[in-house]
């Protein structure tokens, strides 16, 4: 595993320290689950196209019923 070093005003990094405290967890955690979240919006969004796509070109439907 890789090491980042980020540049964090000293107020902002101790109030960040508190709140993650509070809910259980570390800073490092919520940078990493962050930083997992903004590399995977890519491949969400891209996901989703493809999803859109094939479901307006998809011969299956409903025929104007309502779905159940």
Known sequence: MANLTL????DLLARA???AVEQGTSVNA???ELITGFAATDRV???RRRLVALSI??????GGRPLE
């Open 7 to 10: 540049s964090v005003d000293d």
């Open 17 to 19: 320290r508190v709140r």
């Open 30 to 32: 919520v940078v990493r």
């Open 57 to 62: 070109s998809s011969a299956a439907g409903s």
């Open 45 to 47: 969004d891209a996901a």
